[in-house]
């Protein structure tokens, strides 16, 4: 099976910089992806990491080990828009195709 | 910009109805995927599909049943409502068979009383 380890919340002022881990386990993996979820809203593609090394995306960056099976979302310049849930998510194989399994989420408040 | 629509946004149903959840892409897309959200648990699998009349079993099936007979619709069925079905259900849809990018519908929450 899979497991997903990321934070339940992390709480951060404008301007800063602030990281969202996320550890997993799986029998398979093809790559990670990043979704970030308003309150009420539905959840929208941020990034995807297929190899390991950084991947930047304007203000967000992610990052991947796959020999660590660790990733990040690194998350500059905060503004109080990012305030939502993020969520990580493994791509691995599932009866012949790949489907994602997702993270319980990281709320991430940022404050004035 | 794709567009995942899905047929309500707040449903209410009695223990034992049966329930139908709708779901249509119009980017022509081929993948599509069946959600459901519960506080705590993050999102999980409960259907997806490949292609047209074709169907596989996500993470947490039971209870539910899928149908596709177009490309663009994905329908959700809840054969006999049960309390513990109540959730955010989101569908999406992805293209191809190495897409690592799912669009998103805006979600039905569904109260079964």
């Known amino acids: 099976g899979q497991s997903l380890e990321q934070p339940s919340e992390v709480t951060a002022v404008e301007g800063a910089i602030v990281q969202i881990n996320c550890t997993y386990q799986?029998?398979?993996?093809?790559?990670l992806s990043w979704y970030q979820q308003h309150d009420g809203g539905a959840p929208t593609f941020l990034s995807y990491?297929?190899?390991?090394g950084l991947e930047e995306t304007g203000r967000f960056s992610s990052f991947l080990s796959r020999s660590d099976s660790y990733g990040y979302l690194l998350l500059q310049e905060l503004q109080m828009k990012d305030s939502a849930s993020y969520f990580c998510a493994v791509r691995s194989p599932h009866s012949g195709y790949s489907t994602l399994t997702f993270g319980k989420g990281t709320m991430l408040l940022v404050s004035p | 910009d794709v567009k995942v629509t899905q047929s309500s946004r707040y449903l209410v149903k009695r223990t034992g109805e049966k329930v139908f959840l709708e779901c249509v892409q119009d980017m022509d897309h081929e993948n599509m995927f069946w959600y459901r959200q519960d506080p705590g648990l993050g999102l999980r699998l409960i259907y997806f599909s490949y292609d047209v009349k074709m169907k596989e079993k996500g993470d947490i099936p039971e209870g539910y049943s899928v149908s596709r007979e177009k490309k663009e619709r994905f329908s959700l069925i809840l054969e006999s409502a049960s309390t513990n079905q109540t959730s955010m259900y989101l569908c999406?849809?992805?293209?191809?068979?190495?897409?690592?990018?799912?669009?998103f519908g805006p979600g039905t929450r569904l109260t079964v009383t």
């Open positions: 999406a849809s992805s293209a191809g068979t190495g897409s690592y990018e799912q669009y």
């Open positions: 799986t029998s398979g993996f093809y790559g």
């Open positions: 990491n297929g190899l390991d």
